[in-house]
T-cell receptor
Framework: DGGITQSPKYLFRKEGQNVTLSCEQN?????MYWYRQDPGQGLRLIYY???????QKGDIAEGYSVSREKKESFPLTVTSAQKNPTAFYLC?????????????FGSGTRLTVV | SQQGEEDPQALSIQEGENATMNCSYK?????LQWYRQNSGRGLVHLIL?????REKHSGRLRVTLDTSKKSSSLLITASRAADTASYFC????????????FGKGITLSVRP
């Protein structure tokens, strides 16, 4: 079955550590997105990529970094510069040739600072 | 920045009743989409309505769009306990690099 796989499902980070969240899709979608979800605040866009080897900052990119070396993969690194990283992180993709279609989401990674 | 604002924030109804959720937005859009999220899970795309459309149906879902009022509504008819979830509206920008902007969501509880 085609879809998006996020791993791990739960992740714990110590203060000052960098952690990387994985997002892999086998839908052959061009565009991929990272959102952060906090209680009561909905989804906020961190980074997005419309094509391999290119990505743009979203609304809350500070303290995060991404790469898009392969079409299938769009990992997100939460750096030590992100002061409040505890949140639910969602990865999504969309067929870049069809902007009027919906996003497909992964099942999320819950990150907790310990 | 969040463009879509859903109303109400929470809704509790009895099974079999209809649920109506509203969304307002501020700027011009290419399309408006509704998503559903079960607790602790990813979002699932429900329905998309383009800016030149006024109404769309999918099963028990009906979406309307009024671009003059910059508002949309999602109607779920004959609700079921399994419809209990959070519902988000998301607006799609015009332009080549369009991306979605999500609202804060509506929590729907359907009592059996």
């Amino acid at each position: 079955d085609g879809g998006i796989t996020q791993s791990p499902k739960y992740l714990f980070r110590k203060e000052g550590q960098n952690v990387t969240l994985s997002c892999e899709q086998n839908l052959n979608h061009d565009a991929m997105y990272w959102y952060r979800q906090d209680p009561g605040q909905g989804l906020r866009l961190i980074y997005y990529s419309q094509i391999v080897n290119d990505f743009q900052k979203g609304d809350i990119a500070e303290g995060y970094s991404v790469s898009r070396e392969k079409k299938e993969s769009f990992p997100l690194t939460v750096t030590s510069a992100q002061k409040n990283p505890t949140a639910f992180y969602l990865c999504a993709s969309r067929d870049g040739t069809a902007p009027s279609y919906g996003y497909t989401f992964g099942s999320g990674t819950r990150l907790t600072v310990v | 920045s969040q463009q879509g604002e859903e109303d109400p924030q929470a809704l509790s109804i009895q099974e079999g009743e209809n649920a109506t959720m509203n969304c307002s937005y501020k700027t011009s859009i290419n399309n408006l989409q509704w998503y559903r999220q079960n607790s602790g899970r990813g979002l699932v795309h429900l329905i998309l309505i383009r800016s030149n459309e006024r109404e769309k149906h999918s099963g028990r879902l009906r979406v309307t769009l009024d671009t003059s009022k910059k508002s949309s509504s999602l109607l779920i008819t004959a609700s079921r306990a399994a419809d209990t979830a959070s519902y988000f509206c998301a607006t799609g920008e015009t332009g080549a690099n369009s991306k979605l902007t999500f609202g804060k969501g509506i929590t729907l509880s359907v009592r059996p």
